[in-house]
């Protein structure tokens, strides 16, 4: 507790104003808004200045180039200002606060290797398949890590417990690129079990997005490689987390007092144990959804599935940076976003914080 | 009497210095072998290392291409059987991994001194550092890591393994930050530092003096495990071909044989795998090593 205290900031003790400042940033959601808002804002201010003030930097090369090609200087400025959403005549300070503005309306520029199309139209058509497929991915490896991390806590120092830890701590060793080269390799080439030329890509020629088990399925279908990869890889995270904190939850006294009761040992599992020892792994989120989706460059690349993160890596390689911009900063957000529906979900489930 | 003492004390210092270097290597081995699995890691860890140093002097690559030889099964002359330009996979493999590990080690140096630093820092001040410096680990902790690295990386040109082992070194603190601030938190508690504290030490004396050889197991496991970050982090940079290291090493071996489609070949198996099995060994490895690590630094476990 006196740490926790130590840690809020200090504000005017008396006044109608203060106290209602001080109660709501005692409250634990209204932190992590505070938190979630400050880290898009440093991300967005970030990247700002990285490309305004690197020496030789993107515009100034931008602008460079396209005099080197012939087109007139003030063509050239003109054109960067339009990439970039950005007016190069006004002070830094300005610029800096017309791209806030800008970024807060959605307005990201226009990309480079795609003439004519704006950075946030790319953004909407790719971002939804790393939001699905990784997605789908950790919900999974969650809800398997948790159910194995149970089974391992429950069964501990038998073969069950044994195995599980050793075999999925190794996968978990294994970087997860090399898990995908590895699935292609055999799976693909070697056995030919799959069949990856047909799985390449998002989505079948001549399927279009709609309301129907058969987009869903071919979706799936398509998703499914880089999804077996992001189970495979994190399960074991979970699987680890859970059954420590299994562990801890198991020698608890109201375990023992729901067994006591007269519970049967699946209700005292699920409710009492599973329910309470769960919370810990919520703060892990974080972490696992960034590794995820950092991972998705690499992944959706070997596995030519067109989502952000095979987007962000081709704009790297081709040095597009209104778009390396826009993609970092969304990616950022959505897992700002996801963190946020963690936290609210945490807040329901664990009540001490609810009532604080 | 004043003599005698000045004619033997370097005397003794001499000899039990060197004994008591080599007694604590001895006790610290022995520790070590207790614990099968992080004994196994320790020793490959070692080899693997050793072997990446060394085996560049005794046997260096050659680059020259062969055409006459491309996607060559393992046989004696070959024993990994040669790439899509015909040369040896074994001498790449033997010659790949001092670049990797370079950039493994030196940035989990880095990062370990960062989120130390930062971390115990954090702790011990309290008050507007500790809030401001957890905003941050929690706001670098958001960002994909990955993507980061990657964004920079396109950014910033670097060059060779300092520019890449700085980068990846610089950005890994926040998780090692947090385990160390809670750490502290406890440690500070303790009587020996409210003892240090009463005497008036300065703050650098207790953070480094007393509380850090508290914490030095809970480090080392940590740079351990920050050593196999650093290499998942550079092999996939380089998979990427987002930084340009040139000569050989793993991570670029996984690059050509992927650019070069080598996955399609039906000779080209060895090549593929020799780089990755390379990698996920050291990885297991420094994993089965960091679970051992604990047991070396916790003094109730050495008999003097």
């Known amino acids: 507790m006196a740490i926790a205290r130590k840690r809020t900031i200090a504000i005017p003790q ?4 203060p106290l209602m400042l001080r109660r709501a940033t005692g409250h634990f959601l209204v932190r992590r808004l505070l938190r979630a808002f400050f880290t898009i804002f440093f991300v967005a201010t970030c990247t700002f200045w990285l490309v305004h003030l690197m020496p030789g930097n993107p515009i100034e090369v931008y602008v460079n180039q396209q005099i080197t090609q012939g087109i007139p200087a003030e063509l050239a400025r003109q054109q960067a200002a339009s990439l970039f959403a950005i007016d190069l005549d006004a002070p830094l300070w300005q610029q800096y606060l017309t791209y806030l503005g800008d970024m807060a309306r959605g307005d990201m520029g226009n990309s480079i290797i795609r003439q004519g199309s704006s950075v946030s139209s790319i953004i909407i058509q790719y971002l939804p398949w790393t939001l ?3 997605g789908i991915g950790l919900l999974i490896s969650f809800v398997l890590g948790v159910l194995l991390g149970i089974l391992a806590a429950y069964r501990r120092e038998t073969w069950v417990d044994h195995v599980l830890t050793n075999v999925l701590a190794a996968i978990q060793a294994i970087p997860n690129y090399l898990v995908a080269i590895l699935l292609l390799v055999y799976l693909g080439v070697r056995w030919e079990v799959i069949d990856i030329a047909a799985m390449r890509g998002t989505l079948s020629p001549g399927v279009h997005a709609s309301f129907s088990l058969s987009f869903l399925g071919d979706a799936l279908y398509h998703a499914s490689l880089p999804i077996f990869v992001y189970v495979l890889t994190s399960i074991g995270s979970w699987m680890l987390a859970m059954r420590a904190s299994t562990e801890t939850t198991l020698n608890e006294d109201y375990v023992n007092a ?15 144990v599973g329910r309470n020892a769960i919370l810990p792994l919520f703060t892990q989120l974080m972490i696992a959804v960034g590794f995820a989706v950092g991972g998705s460059l690499l992944i959706e690349q070997i596995f030519s599935y067109q989502g952000i993160g095979s987007m962000l890596a081709t704009a790297i390689g081709q040095r597009d940076y209104p778009l390396i911009q826009g993609i970092l900063l969304t990616i950022t957000t959505s897992v700002v976003v996801v963190n946020l529906i963690a936290d609210l979900l945490y807040s329901r489930l664990d009540p001490r914080l609810r009532r604080r | 009497m004043a003599v005698a003492q000045q004619a033997t004390t370097p005397k003794r210092r001499e000899l039990p210095r060197a004994f008591g270097w080599l007694g604590w290597l001895g006790s610290t081995l022995r520790i070590m072998r207790r614990n099968k699995i992080g004994f196994a890691g320790f020793l490959i860890v070692v080899a693997m290392t050793l072997i990446s140093y060394i085996a560049p002097i005794f046997w260096p690559f050659d680059p020259t291409a062969d055409p006459m ?3 060559k099964t393992p046989s004696s002359a070959h024993w990994l059987g040669t790439d899509s330009q015909g040369r040896d996979v074994f001498s790449q493999i033997l010659n790949g991994g001092a ?3 370079s950039v493994g080690y030196i940035a989990a140096a880095i990062t370990t001194v960062i989120g130390v630093a930062l971390g115990a820092l954090a702790a011990y001040l309290g ?3 500790d809030t401001v410096l957890t905003w941050l680990s929690d706001v670098f902790l958001t960002i994909p890591q990955f993507a980061l690295l990657a964004v920079l990386a396109g950014f910033v040109h670097l060059n060779g393994i300092w520019g890449v082992a700085l980068l990846i070194g610089f950005f890994g603190w926040p998780g090692l930050m947090r385990a160390i601030r809670s750490q502290v938190l406890s440690l500070k508690e303790r009587e020996y530092v409210e003892a240090a504290k009463m005497l008036d030490m300065p703050t650098s004396y207790i953070i480094f003096r007393e509380i850090a050889p508290g914490m030095a197991g809970y ?11 650093a290499m998942y982090a550079s092999v996939g940079l380089i998979f990427l071909g987002i930084v340009p290291l040139s000569g050989v090493n793993w991570g670029v071996m996984l690059n050509l044989a992927w650019t070069q489609g080598a996955i399609f070949f039906q000779d080209s198996l060895w090549y593929i795998l020799s780089p990755m099995i390379a990698i996920v060994l050291f990885q297991l490895a420094m994993l089965s090593m960091s679970r051992s690590i604990s047991e070396i630094f916790d003094p109730r476990l050495r008999e003097r």
């Not at chain 1, 008396?14 to 104003?17: E, T």
């Not at chain 2, 480090?219 to 050593?227: K, P, R």
């Open chain 2, 127 to 129: 008050g507007a550092v």
């Open chain 2, 69 to 71: 030889s491309i996607y």
């Open chain 1, 258 to 272: 729901g067994l006591a009761r007269g519970l049967s040992q699946t209700r005292v599992a699920i409710g009492y």
């Open chain 2, 99 to 101: 670049a990797i590990l």
């Open chain 1, 132 to 134: 699905f497929s990784v």
């Open chain 1, 14 to 17: 008396f006044g109608v104003v």
């Open chain 2, 219 to 229: 480090i080392a496991t940590h740079f351990v495990l920050n050593v196999t970050a």
